[in-house]
């Protein structure tokens, strides 16, 4: 169980936006397009690590770096072109039903992701979701990639909401802890996972898809 919840923030990545936009991308550039899981996966390792040792780089830096260790022959302008692709990334089918409801009920919304806020924008632009979403917010405020509590926290004072008041989204189990950690309460959209980690606490919300999950956040908060 969990109190009232006044506020939700969005993981970006996969929870909002496919990747499988980059697939093309990736082949523009002459790489395996198979290989973009593996390389968020390592992108995602390489900014962990950074936060776990005390430092800190952006996602688009990291990004390129990742790019070259698939393929050190990798040059500016191809890796340049992958990562620009992030800024046309489509969302999953739900994700404007969902918003839109939230929207409605007046539900605050924010998203909060490890990449660049401008690019979220720019994506929440092309998709014409920017209505919806009333904060953009970015780890690069508080140079602590998530799980870190520093950027949930950031969040619920950007939002002006008490942490524990606060909603996290992700699809990402270990997004979903770190949110935890931070006194948040999170909700799992398991979109590809069908087990959730024994290790991580379980999340106060769970479902197959954001309409179902907003429709049960905000029956909650109607009681």
């Given at each position: 169980m969990t109190g009232r919840i006044d506020a939700i923030a969005f993981d970006v990545n996969e929870t909002l936006f496919s990747l499988d936009r980059l697939q093309p991308a990736f082949a523009d550039a002459g790489l395996d397009p198979g290989l973009v899981p593996l390389w968020f996966a390592r992108l995602l390792r390489d900014g962990f690590a950074l936060t776990a040792i005390g430092d800190y780089r952006p996602f688009a830096d990291l990004a390129t770096d990742t790019l070259r260790d698939i393929d050190p022959s990798l040059d500016d302008a191809a890796a340049s072109a992958v990562t620009a692709a992030m800024r046309r990334l489509q969302p999953h089918p739900d994700v404007e039903p969902a918003l839109r409801a939230l929207?409605?009920?007046?539900?605050?919304v924010a998203t909060l992701t490890n990449g660049n806020a401008d690019t979220v924008r720019a994506m929440l632009d092309n998709a014409g979701l920017t209505r919806y979403v009333r904060h953009n917010l970015s780890v690069d405020a508080v140079r602590?990639?998530?799980?870190a509590p520093e950027p949930y926290r950031y969040a619920a004072e950007q939002l002006g909401v008490q942490p524990h008041a606060l909603v996290l989204v992700a699809t990402h189990p270990w997004d979903c802890a770190g949110a935890h950690a931070a006194g948040l309460a999170a909700a799992w959209v398991h979109r590809s996972a069908r087990h959730w980690p024994t290790c991580f606490p379980g999340p106060a919300f769970a479902g197959a898809d954001l309409v179902s999950l907003a429709s049960t956040i905000l029956?909650?908060?109607a009681r």
């Open positions: 929207h409605q009920a007046g539900m605050p602590r990639w998530k799980p029956a909650g908060r």
